[in-house]
């Protein structure tokens, strides 16, 4: 079975550009998760996918926005970008069940400069 | 709404020495607890969970956890550590609510293990 996958793995971007990070799913696992990892942070929960429809949103600002397709991989948007958006960003997938392990993927580092 | 306090940032060891890191809660509803490592340059990797029932709980490499639900505290241990266990711990919940999935973490525990 295939594993959590990221692209890309990093990324520099400039302030106020947009950018779209990409993840694919473990096998069988409908629900995706985006977390951002700032440095020297724990993982602070953005959303949550399951079956494409947004299941719960963090503190987290609008320009925040995701997708889930069909095969249950998904995208992360961030639009005008901030230094502060400058993190680890962590997608994991798990089955729709209180207490499932959350598999995770290497993460995509992204800078804004 | 959950809050996960990692009580101490960095926790230097020598090897083969036993080591602790403490984990304390706050929910106002029942909740899974989780211990997450993060070795550098990697995503998170489930070291163990507690659901229910026995309040001790042994996961991979060698660890284990105590939940003390009165001290709302899921303490995470290890006898004796490997150069290979540096990397960083993180204690994470989530709420045993259906459709609630997310987790939430601590800020993390630096574990340094010195030969």
């Known amino acids: 079975e295939t594993g959590v996958t990221q692209s890309p793995t990093h990324l520099i971007k400039t302030r106020g550009q947009q950018v779209t990070l990409r993840c694919s799913s473990q096998?069988?696992?409908?629900?995706v998760s985006w977390y951002q990892q700032a440095l020297g942070q724990g993982p602070q929960f953005i959303f949550q996918?399951?079956?494409?429809?947004?299941?719960g949103r963090g503190n987290f600002p609008p320009r925040f926005s995701g997708l889930q397709f069909p095969n249950y991989s998904s995208e992360l948007n961030v639009n005008a970008l901030e230094l502060d958006d400058s993190a680890l960003y962590l997608c994991?997938?798990?089955?729709?069940?209180?207490?499932?392990?959350?598999?995770f993927g290497q993460g995509t580092r992204l800078t804004v400069v | 709404a959950q809050s996960v306090t990692q009580l101490d940032s960095q926790v230097p060891v020598f090897e083969e020495a036993p080591v602790e890191l403490r984990c304390n809660y706050s929910?106002?509803?029942?909740?899974?607890l989780f211990w997450y490592v993060q070795y550098p340059n990697q995503g998170l990797q489930l070291l163990l969970k507690?659901?229910?029932?026995?309040?001790l709980v042994k996961g991979i490499n060698g660890f284990e956890a105590e939940f003390n639900k009165s001290q709302t505290s899921f303490h995470l241990r290890k006898p004796s550590v490997h150069i290979s266990d540096t990397a960083e711990y993180f204690c994470?919940?989530?709420?045993?609510?259906?459709?609630?999935?997310?987790?939430?973490f601590g800020a993390g525990t630096t574990v340094t293990v010195r030969a």
């Open positions: 994991a997938s798990s089955k729709p069940q209180g207490g499932t392990e959350a598999f």
């Open positions: 096998s069988g696992h409908n629900t």
């Open positions: 996918y399951y079956r494409e429809e947004e299941n």
């Open positions: 929910s106002s509803v029942s909740v899974y």
């Open positions: 507690y659901l229910s029932g026995s309040t």
């Open positions: 994470a919940v989530s709420p045993k609510r259906s459709n609630d999935y997310k987790l939430s």
